[in-house]
């Protein structure tokens, strides 16, 4: 048996999954960074709106041919040959992916140049002739990065096949650096649309850098990768292919729900109402990247490694700990959103032109997104599983299911609701993440039943996550008191001195209550201690 087949099979822990969560984690406070700084020169206006609509549609194309779509079609399949030994072929299908992928950007850039201002009817028609038009410059300043952030994706595929995730996650880094320092270097000089401006310009340089830091890792996990080769496809090129359409439904339906909401938020009649859905969004993210894709990404890659007659028996020995693991650190997460939203979005963003009653209206909709927290993040778990077994037709029904329910309930919460209640029509983004919330408990329970039905018992029970809520409920009103008492210190460091506290909290709490992923935090701290911990 050749060495790299050893390692292909050999048992796996938790490394992958903390390797991801390291680089997600890095990235993620990157992009917190940015956001400060975008709220800084933005606030919450007309400027802000625009940008924010103008960079969720290269966002939805970048994970719709990018990584959604290959992390579910391609590396099951990459990991697979890698798995039985097949080398050669593996590298092969990576050129013959790569090739067809850049045939398909450079079209896609075109055509999104092209059509831009028929995008920004699509994801922005709420907004004013004029707002459209500016959304529209934007957009076209934005796609020649967008095809370079898809083979960036294709790289970050390759990386987690080879179980090099820590440098994959954090390649995103280098994209919010360039969009940061735009923004530093000219953000002062200008008016908040002038600023807009350099967020789409950095944003388009940053694409580029994002793909330059991932090759160099690239060709040191396949140095064969830059050899000549005729492109002539290995057979599981078919299978790819075969996945690459249903999983693309699929991520669309969950790309078109945040496509919905946006639109929603465009005819909310107030201006900034877009931007405060994506300044909440991107907070109420964090949790779900870094625990949830984290987790999901490195157990695709370890399921998928497994011979095909035995992937279900690694799904049923792994799903049940790493539901465990989500529901540890994403229960406190919704519970941090629900009770200690302000000094979040405090801490992030208040600070120039965003004030603190911008603050308020984004706590009011990340505590909708506490709603389905869990169940979005447990649900990228039996995505994965789905994924692994080659099965990418079941979560494309039910992600059609889930965006039936989003887009119905979204637009009768964010538009009627708030007349209804006789409240301010900007409360209504509130209802968008809130039912949401609702939509994805309803879609994780019809993957959980489906793939129970497949291949036998699987889920969470009730009883695991009582002790969970215990604590973090405590912890937050620990939080609360600190944020009470640190209110004249600032929002940066009154922020930071409440999710200290509540942090420790819920990880003492846990601990008495001898909750096991609480003694596992504590064994890995030690072991960074003292050297010989992962």
Partial sequence: MTAARRDNSAPRGRGGAVAAASGILASRVFGLVRQRV???????????????????????????????VLSASFVPVYARLRAEGREDDATRLAQVVFAGLSAACGVLVGL???????????????????????????????????????????????????????????????????????????????????????????????????????????????????????????????????????????????????????????????AGAAAVLMYAQTIALLPVSVFGMSISASELTEMSH???????NAIRARLGSSLRAVAYFVVPSSAALLFLGDAAAGAVLQTGRFARADTVWVWAVLAGSAIGLLAGTMGRLYNSAWYALHDTRTPVRIALIRIAITGTLGAVAALALPSWLGIEARWGVAGLTATAGVAAWIEYALLRRALSARIGPTG?????????????????????????????????????????????AYWALTLLLRVPEAHAVLRRLAGRVSGTGV
Avoid at 40 to 58: C, E, K, N
Avoid at 306 to 312: G, I, K, L, P, T
């Fill in 306 to 312: 497994h011979a095909e007659s035995d992937v279900a």
């Fill in 112 to 270: 999104g140049i092209l059509g831009a201002p028929w995008l920004v009817a699509t994801i922005a028609g709420g907004f004013a002739p004029e707002k459209r038009a500016f959304a529209v410059f934007l957009v076209r300043i934005l796609f020649p990065g967008v095809g370079l952030l898809v083979m960036s994706a294709w790289c970050l595929g390759v990386l987690n096949a080879h179980r090099k995730f820590l440098l994959a996650y954090a390649s995103p880094i280098a994209w919010n650096l360039a969009i940061i320092g735009a923004l530093l270097w000219r953000g002062p000089r200008t008016d908040p649309d002038g600023a807009a401006t350099l967020v789409a310009a950095g944003a388009a340089a940053g694409g580029l850098l994002q793909f330059a830091v991932q090759v160099p890792g690239v060709l040191r996990a396949v140095p064969g990768i830059v050899r000549r080769s005729s492109l002539a496809p290995v057979p599981e090129v078919r299978r790819v292919v075969r996945n690459f359409g249903p999983v693309l439904l699929g991520r669309g339906a969950v790309q078109l729900s945040g496509w919905v909401d946006l639109l929603i938020a465009t005819y909310v009649a107030t």
């Fill in 460 to 504: 969470l029970p009730p009883r695991a996550l009582l002790p969970l809520w215990a604590a973090a409920v405590i912890a937050a009103a620990a939080g609360f008191g600190v944020k009470l008492a640190t209110g004249g210190a600032g929002p940066l460091l009154s922020g930071v001195a409440v999710f200290l506290v509540f942090g420790f």
């Fill in 38 to 68: 975008m709220s800084h020169f933005l606030g919450v206006g007309d400027a802000a709106d625009v940008i924010s609509a103008a960079l969720r549609i290269p966002n939805v194309l970048q994970n719709l041919l990018g990584e959604g």
